[in-house]
């Protein structure tokens, strides 16, 4: 990562390697169980196919993930991790937990699953959307910043993928309750029609030339009309926070570019 990107708060989870033990064979991963030390929450992903397995052992194993992820919603991750570690033997297994930085769940559990179960394949744009270096600050401007591809995380449900989307933390309390502090949110690039309302990724550029400083907020604007020529012009740019603690600002037209559109918090 490049060092010109703001130090990222990371949180912290706990993960165990999920195994199945079939008789005759040595043990093999089969998924990997995460678990959010703040939230409780889990995040689980398991081996799609257990054509290794006999039948019998095969219908078992596929229905482990939504079994799993029952329990451990009920009982929440660490307890139900706690129940794992004392009941668990023979056919499934699950190895000593280990503690690791986080700053997107769904990004680190792929991490994770392509580490230790099978290596993940990557569709650029197709089932993964990029995750870039910049930090869009919920508040006035970040500091002057790179933005590159970091990474390529999964694409949310639900939506389908293309060259006009991509992923980025946003730092910052002024746009909660609706966009929390270090959340990683959906963008549209270029957004199309009237800007107005609309929660936007908003650039300035930096003191370098592949630098720049961002800002997540609600776009307000005011055009007059020129009297001989009959064309719009913005009269005032207001950028404004979401959070009634942190107060809006007016901006020069010239002095900024919209980027892209906010759509969603991924996580």
Request: charged content about 25%.
């Amino acid at each position: 990562m490049p060092a010109s990107v703001i130090p990222f708060p990371t949180c912290r989870g706990v993960y165990a390697v999920l195994q199945a033990a079939l008789p005759g064979q040595p043990p093999r991963n089969i998924g990997i169980y995460l678990a959010d030390l703040a939230a409780g929450k889990p995040w689980i992903r398991m081996f799609p196919v257990y054509d290794f397995a006999g039948p019998d052992e095969a219908e078992v194993l596929e229905l482990l993930e939504e079994d799993i992820r029952r329990h451990a919603s009920r009982m929440g991750a660490i307890a139900f991790l706690d129940w794992l570690e004392d009941t668990l033997s023979n056919l499934l297994r699950v190895s000593d937990r280990k503690t690791v930085p986080v700053d997107s769940f769904a990004r680190v559990l792929e991490q994770l699953y392509s580490e230790h179960v099978e290596p993940v394949a990557v569709g650029k744009y197709t089932t993964h959307l990029p995750l870039y270096t910049l930090r869009a600050a919920a508040g006035r401007l970040g500091e002057d910043m790179e933005s590159v591809e970091e990474d390529w995380v999964p694409a949310p449900d639900g939506v389908r993928p293309g060259p006009d989307l991509f992923v980025a933390h946003v730092v910052g309390r002024s746009m909660e309750p609706r966009i929390p502090d270090g959340s990683l949110n959906l963008f549209r690039f270029h957004p199309v029609g009237s800007r107005e309302g609309k929660i936007l990724l908003i650039e300035r550029r930096g003191v370098l030339g592949d630098t720049a400083r961002y800002t997540v907020k609600r776009y307000r604007s005011q055009k007059t009309e020129d009297e001989r020529t009959g064309e719009w012009a913005h009269k005032t740019i207001r950028l404004e926070p979401l959070n009634r603690e942190f107060e809006a600002w007016n901006v020069e037209p010239n002095d900024f570019s919209v980027i892209a559109e906010w759509l969603l918090v991924i996580e």
